[in-house]
T-cell receptor
C-alpha cells in the first residue's frame, strides 16, 4: 500500500531533550516536506526537500533540522525542544517526475514538550 | 500566495449533494485550484484540483467559474465519512517548493 508513515505517533518529552521524528514514504517520491499544525494557524511548512541531499527552509524552520540521506526518509530533528514546539506534525511527499499534483500526508505526530 | 475565502462551517444531510464554495478573487493565471480535506485525527488528503475546466474524479467534482474568481467542490452524495475540514488552496505551477498554504477551511458536518 502506498503510504507515508511517521513515528512516533505520540510523544511527550521535556525541554532540551533531543528528539527525532521519522518520516518514510514507499512511493519513490522526490519531494518531501514537514508541516506543523496549530489551532487557528493552520498548517505551516517547516522544511522541504526536492530530492536526496537537497533541503531548504519553509516558513517556520527555527528550532528544527532535517536531513535527506535516502530518498524514502526525511527525519525531523529537534535538537533542543521547547514548549512552543508542542504541536501536531505532518510529513508529506509528492511525485515530481510523474506529473501528479497529489501530495500524500502521513498520519501525524502529536508532540508535547513540557 | 493568493488568498482564498471559505465559510467556516457547513452542514448537510447524509446522502444529499454538498456544494462547498471557495472565493479566490486575486487568483493569477498560473494558479491551480486544489482541494484537500482532513478527516478527524488524520493527515490532509488530496481531493481534486483544476486550472480552468471543471474536473471530475471518483471522490468529487470541481466547478470553476469562468472568470476563475471562485470555485465549488461538489460531493455528489455525502456520507458520514465525508465529515471533515475541507481546504481550498491555490498553488502556482512552478518547479520549486511544492508548499501548500492551508487556510482555516470549511468544517463540514454530515447529519444522519
Amino acid at each position: 500500500e502506498a503510504q507515508v508513515t511517521q513515528n512516533p505517533r505520540y510523544l511527550i518529552t521535556v525541554t532540551g531533550k533531543k528528539l527525532t521524528v521519522t518520516c518514510s514514504q514507499n512511493m519513490n517520491h522526490e519531494y518531501m516536506s514537514w508541516y506543523r499544525q496549530d489551532p487557528g494557524l493552520g498548517l505551516r511548512q517547516i522544511y522541504y526537500s526536492m530530492n536526496v541531499e537537497v533541503t531548504d527552509k519553509g516558513d517556520v524552520p527555527e528550532g528544527y533540522k532535517v536531513s535527506r540521506k535516502e530518498k524514502r526518509n526525511f527525519p525531523l530533528i529537534l535538537e533542543s525542544p521547547s514548549p512552543n514546539q508542542t504541536s501536531l506534525y505532518f510529513c508529506a511527499s509528492r511525485d515530481l517526475a510523474g506529473g501528479s499534483n497529489e501530495q500524500f500526508f502521513g498520519p501525524g505526530t502529536r508532540l508535547t514538550v513540557l | 500566495d493568493a488568498k482564498t475565502t471559505q465559510p467556516n462551517s457547513m452542514e448537510s444531510n447524509e446522502e444529499e449533494p454538498v456544494h462547498l464554495p471557495c472565493n479566490h478573487s486575486t487568483i493569477s493565471g498560473t494558479d491551480y485550484i486544489h482541494w484537500y480535506r482532513q478527516l478527524p485525527s488524520q493527515g490532509p488528503e488530496y481531493v481534486i484540483h483544476g486550472l480552468t475546466s471543471n474536473v471530475n474524479n471518483r471522490m468529487a467534482s470541481l466547478a470553476i467559474a469562468e472568470d476563475r474568481k471562485s470555485s465549488t467542490l461538489i460531493l455528489h452524495r455525502a456520507t458520514l465519512r465525508d465529515a471533515a475540514v475541507y481546504y481550498c488552496i491555490l498553488r502556482w505551477a512552478n518547479f520549486g517548493n511544492e508548499k501548500l498554504t492551508f487556510g482555516t477551511g470549511t468544517r463540514l458536518t454530515i447529519i444522519p
